[in-house]
């Protein structure tokens, strides 16, 4: 995913710098009737007020270990 800006939930200051990294496992759709994990290096923010928070993606909500796409079939 590229690179964007992201707000900080605490000041609602926005901020390109990026804190570290940490793989997600997420669990996807089978694929030729086998189990598929995607794994991905999610972007961990730092705010000037001292927060870090995650990046927001477009395949799986917060919280979860599931994609969207598991969701919607199960």
């Known amino acids: 995913m590229p690179m964007a800006p992201h707000t900080c939930p605490r000041c609602g200051e926005e901020t390109e710098k990026v804190h570290d990294y ?3 496992s997420v ?3 089978k694929m030729a009737e086998r189990p598929t994990v995607l794994q991905y290096r999610k972007r961990r923010y730092v705010c000037p007020c001292g927060k870090r ?3 927001r993606n477009p395949f799986v909500d917060r919280y979860q270990r599931f994609s969207k796409e598991w ?3 199960s």
Do not use: P
Request: proline residues 0%; aromatic residues 8%.
């Open 27 to 29: 669990r996807h759709l």
């Open 22 to 24: 940490r793989i997600q």
């Open 53 to 55: 928070f995650a990046e």
């Open 71 to 73: 969701d919607e079939q």
